[in-house]
């Protein structure tokens, strides 16, 4: 069974960094588009930032700057690098991966920045 499990959530002070990561159980992953999204309460699953398999990536226009996604060596890992990080950034972080019909999520890891 596939499957994505993030890690490196959890509780930083505004103006801090985290690192989030996003193993996929399987090497054929390096051949997936992964992104990571995140959701706050009462709000809208959005887009952080994703990349391709070739390394392509795309980042939501308000988080250019702060966030990098990467690929790691063996490139079925992908890495959030958040710098600067704001309260407002607060949220559940979700790992995604998708090729053709395949459209998978990992649990979700939280991250809390206190102000």
């Known amino acids: 069974q596939v499957q994505l499990v993030e890690s490196g959530g959890g509780l930083v002070q505004a103006g801090g960094s985290l690192r989030l990561s996003c193993a996929a159980s399987d090497s054929i992953f390096s051949f997936y588009y992964m992104a990571w999204y995140r959701q706050a309460p009462g709000k809208q699953r959005e887009l952080v930032a994703g990349?391709?398999?070739?390394?392509?990536?795309n980042y939501a226009d308000s988080l250019k700057g702060r966030f990098t996604i990467s690929r790691g060596n063996t490139k079925n890992t992908v890495y959030l690098q958040m710098n600067s990080l704001k309260p407002e950034d607060t949220a559940v972080y979700y790992c995604?991966?998708?090729?053709?019909?395949?459209?998978?999520w990992g649990q979700g890891t939280q991250v809390t920045v206190s102000s």
């Open positions: 995604n991966a998708r090729r053709g019909l395949f459209n998978g």
């Open positions: 990349v391709s398999d070739s390394g392509a990536t």
